[in-house]
Every structure is written in structure tokens, then in C-alpha cells.
């Protein structure tokens, strides 16, 4: 059955105009609503252009772009099957992108993000345009009084944070595209006749349904913690009396691409999820950094009161527009009938609203709860947008006076639809006179060092680091302190060893392979240094890149976060276990002064324990099918197993004898 309609759902002035006819093509909503559109495209997009620059996170994506583009498939260091980019999809629109236009994966990132983050805003305000049409139409909209003026849009896009991570090669363009686009979906999917009696109406349906369900199923491959408000889409969807046979296929539609990723995923890499999540701790607990990182982000900018003044005036402002009321601002009844009667109320834009309002809340505690970030309101710019959705747009309707205005009821509601519009114009003042201020105020540090708190203005970092004012390309950060010198000890040392960032920038600690070399030990070049994305980005392919975080290499992600160590950077992996992975050499004096040969011998047998070997074969034995069938077993075991990075009591851990310590002798090379 088709959906009723509020007797009230249509105000009187509403009616005449309808019979008016067709709305104008030039009408009040119409042209505020483009206007604002436009402004705010531009505005966003001059001002993320003046801010442009690749973050070195950003690179770490254009790495394993650069293995997809060689033939040595989605991972960082050839050879070893690490998922070390958080988004999946983010990974393969750049790849595909770069594989299509031939052009340098730098410039590509920067123009699909850039063209992401500003299509964003203008596709979340459509979406809340709808709320205030009856449906499809804009006869809603119609009439001089009524404005629809951009308000949470100008929000988001004052903010230094938000113009920063536009073009920063992260995928925080592609996330809040991806709510957006989801956004704009479900509200016309809610505003749609679930039983069209017209053939083509019905195809329609059926095709805004399931596209809408598969864009909410990407949620999963957009970034795992937005499967929470992809997730909540489709249940709702799923729980409404859209039938059995259209229930199957926005089944199919959300699931397909996302199940059998994972599939590929468990089997491939041999982790239910990204290598990121082992290294973040992506279950962990750091409240007190989560609300640090939260007033990092609202503190400066006072943030508070835009987002106040949005959340109290919104009810004020949906009830005094009774003339541009949707189902959203209709009279509120109770379901009957039970769970059926619920189910009825679902495909509703009141609770696509409350959906997207509850993911951005739920967003918000999951990264206080995780600690937050190192880079100052990175991820909270999600959930912020989530939250800012319904207010994208806001309704100011002029009230003008009938002739029925002299009765009690008339002059009730010419008084209350001037509070209203009192109250929305005063928010809408107040919203551009914060983000005039916001946009001019320096918020954040400049960037020259550190704090406690351990976040920063990453894009000021860098630029700042490099000498560059938007440092794009990798070789824009050949300019970083150890990056030149890098690549000079590496061309200078060819048999391969362990290169470790001395005190100096200048120059490295080498640790060099046995010679002559074991058949054994690879010839391989082995960094191991923190900042991935510029030292995988400058050196070649067959150059394996190692991190103390353990982002790319599988062993350091295993060990536990340090409880005062800096957010996004508070696991510490010891250089040893490098050393004795790699099979470099471990005698002295060859051996860097700061690393211990009986440090390196215990961390040797340690590697040796049962469920390291396991998960070493895992991501580097050749993968067969064999292996990739027994990596879907295992998956959630690897994903599951720590280690301490103090290799005696990983090996406590594993019930293994800890071997004698080295006599002098042992320690050191032999006197020629």
C-alpha cells in the first residue's frame, strides 16, 4: 500500500500554489538553495587549494598504488602481504585512476581529493534540500518568502582541519563524499512510493533501492568504523515492508562487493582487517587522549557554538516552516499495530535522519574512546559531518499576512512564523559571522614542534620540515631532514643490510648482511624508520620499508600500545627484531652501538616460535591456494596474536628456552 499523507501535510498556501501550477524555474527556494550551493563549492575549493599539500600518510596509499601499477599487487614491500592503506576503496579509485590517465600518482591523489571533498558539501546539501519537499518536486518549495540558506555546510568547510585533510592524499575526501552520496540516497529513498503502480516507477524503485544499499554496504571498504552508519542504513532499509523479492536483492546489492573483498582479504593478507587496525589498536582504550584530541579540535575554534546554536534552533526553525513541511516536519504520531506498524513508520525521512545523526554520535565516542589521532581533528571530521547533515541547509520563510490573520488562530501563526524566522536568520548570521572567524584564526601551533598531547598541524609540520610551502611530491620531501642522505647510503651500500636513522640527520647506521651471504639470507635493502610514506616514495621498489609502529611490518603491530606514548605513534618496536629478521649481521662493531647482540640472538629464536612462523608464512610464503585457504582459517588468530617487543619474555610467552647470553667472543667479529 502506498504511503498515506498528514491531512496537514500541506499548508494553504502550499495548495493555491499547486494550483498555480508548476513551480518556477526561478523561484525563492530555487535560486537561495543554488546560490548557496555555488558559493560554497567555490569557496571550499579556493580554500583547499590555498592549503594544498600530500601528508606523508598520504604517500604510504601512492606506494602500494606504485607495487598495483608493477605487477607486485596491493601491498607495500614486495613480497610481503601486508594491507597497510586503511581504505580499500580509496586505494583502488587512485590506483585506477593512475593506471587510466598514466600521469604521476602525486598530482592524481591531489585532484581526486580535491574534486571529492568539494563535490561533498554541495551533494549533502541536496540531500537536505529534500527534507523540506513534499516530494520529488519543488512545489513545496514554492512561494517568495522562503530561503533555503547554506548553514552546516559553512560549518565544516571553515574549519582550518577540513580544507587541509581536502587535498591532503588521505582518505578523508573520499569518507565524507561517500555520507554524502549516502545521505542524499537514503533521504529520496525515504521521500519514494514504495508501491508504484506504474512500470517505470517501479523499475525506478527498485534501482534507487539497490543502489542505495550498495553504496551503504562500500561503508566496510570506505573505512571499517563507517560500517557502523552504513550498517544502520541497512537495517532500516532491510526492516521495511519493501517486500521479500526487493529485501533479496539490496541483500545482494550491499553485500557482493564487500564479502567478497573480505573474502579476498582473509585469504590474501590473512587478517579480517587491515593491517592498520593490529597497529592502532583499533579496540583499544585511551579516553583521557580521546578528550584531549576532541578539545584540540573544538577549543581553538569554539567550535561549540555553531553546533549549539544549530542543535537548539533546529526544532524552532522545521516547526514555524509549516509551508515548506516534508514528512520529516509532519504531525508526530505513535505507530500502531506493534512491530508491523513500526515497520511502516521506517522508510521515513525523520529516521534516515535520526540513522545518520546516531552513526555521527556513535563515530564520535568510538574515536574519543580509540584516543583520537596525532593529526590535529583528522578523524573527527567524519563525525562532524555526520552530525552537521540535517543542518546543511536550513528554511527561512518570511511570513506574510492573509486575510484570516485577524483571527486568534491567524494571528498565532504570523507570530509564530516570524519567531521562526527571527530565529533562523539571527542562526544563519551568527553561523557566518563564526566561520568568517574560524577561517581567518590560526587555531593550532605553527607547527615547529611537537606538544605534550602529541597532536599537531600536520600540513604546517611539513611544510615547515621540507622548506616546501604545499609539499606535493615525493621529491618535494627529499627536503625532510634523512631523506638525501638515505638515498645516497643506500646507492653507496648495494649488498643490502639494516639502515637505521642515526641522532644526526646526516647520516645512517648501517648493519650489513653476513659476506659472504648464506643462501639463506636475501639480498635485500631493509629501512627501518617511521615516516613510511616519504622514505617508501623516494626509494625503489625492491627496498623493504619497515616502521616501529608497525603499519608495514606485521611483527611490530603485534606489540602492545605504550600507555604514555605519543597517539598514532605508541607502539615501539625494538631495532633488534629488525636486525634479526632480516638475518643482517650481528656481531660488533658492525652492529650499531645501540642495539644488543644478545638482544638480536633471543629475538632469532623468538621467530622460531610456532605461532610467529605461522603468522610470518601468513603475508610472505608464496601464496597458494593451500595457504590461502588455511589464512581464511587462521585469520582471526593472526589478528588476535601479541608479542612482547622485549624478545626474552616473547619467548616466555611462546614456552621457549631463552637462550644463554653471549660470551665476548660471540659478540664480537673475529681479529683479522
Known sequence: MPRSTSPDATAPDDASANAAGAPSTFSAPRVSFWLGVAACAVLFGYGAWQRRWIADDGLIVLRTVRNLLAGNGPVF???????????TAWTYIIWFFSWISRVQTEYVVLTVALVLSVAAIPLAMLGTSRLYRGGPGWSRLRGSGLLLLPAGGLVYMALPPARDFATSGLEVSLTIFWVALLWYLAICWSQADRAPVERRERIRYWALTCTTAFVAGLSWLVRPEMAVVGGLVLLVMFFAPVGLKLRLALTAAA?????????????YYGLPAPNTAVAKDATGSKWGQGFTYLMNLVEPYSLWLPVLALAVAMPVILLSARGARAPLTGRFRLPRGGVRGLRDHLQRPAVIVVVMLLGGVIETLYWLRQGGDFMSGRVLLAPLFLLLLPVMVIPLRIPSRRPEDSTVRGIARLATGTAGAVVAAGLWV???????HATTFRGQPDGTAIGTSGIVDERAFYSLQTGHAHPLTADDYLDYPRMQSLQEILRATPRGGVYLPSFDYDWWFIDPLPYPRPDDVPQRQTVFFTNLGMTGMNLPLDVRVWDQI?????MASRTARLEDGRIGHDKEMFPDWAVAEAKAYAKRPALPPFIDPDWVNQARAALTCPQIQQLQASYSAPLTFDLFKRN??????????????VPEYTLRMCRMDVPPPLTEEQKSMPRP
Open 255 to 267: 553485500g557482493l562487493l564487500p564479502v567478497g573483498y573480505q573474502i579476498f582479504r582473509m585469504g
Open 430 to 436: 551568527l553561523v557566518l559571522g563564526w566561520a568568517l
Open 77 to 87: 614491500n614486495a613480497g610481503e602481504r601486508v594491507e597497510v592503506n586503511t581504505s
Open 550 to 554: 608497525g603499519l608495514a611490518w606485521p
Open 632 to 645: 581464511l582459517k587462521l585469520s582471526f588468530a593472526n589478528y588476535a596474536l601479541r608479542i612482547d617487543r
